[in-house]
């Protein structure tokens, strides 16, 4: 092998590792639950990480027959403040690993290859 090119080996065995806290961290999101609210906690969704609705509370006090938009309004708002934080949450699990993938770059200039 000349100097400064990549060692194969050690490119490879870097990325099984980041294909392995890829999914490890996928499952984790898979699993975790955020809690989104409106209202000041009149409605209240949970999400997983993944964007799935798990549940939906609706505290009585938002009950009104007659205004039955206010509680709509309330129900969207807390769903999408539950989606915000699962991005958030992702954003978080997965960003360290985004940031791996342009570390290659410290392995012989790996992102010069395929860039």
């Known amino acids: 092998m000349q100097p400064g090119q990549p060692n194969m080996q050690q490119i490879l065995q870097q990325?099984?590792?980041m294909q392995q806290q890829l999914a490890t961290a996928q499952q984790e999101l898979t699993e975790a639950e955020v809690t989104g609210t409106a209202g000041g906690g009149l409605v209240r969704a949970?999400?997983?990480?993944?964007g799935e609705l798990k549940s939906l509370a609706i505290d009585p006090r938002a009950v009104d027959p007659e205004d039955v938009e206010t509680l709509s309004d309330l129900v969207v708002?807390?769903?999408r403040d539950a989606n915000r934080a699962a991005q958030e949450l992702?954003?978080?699990k997965m960003g360290p690993l985004a940031s791996g993938m342009g570390g290659l770059d410290g392995l012989g200039g790996l992102g010069k290859l395929f860039g």
């Open 15 to 17: 990325a099984q590792m």
């Open 46 to 50: 949970v999400v997983t990480g993944g």
């Open 77 to 79: 708002a807390a769903v």
């Open 90 to 92: 992702a954003a978080q």
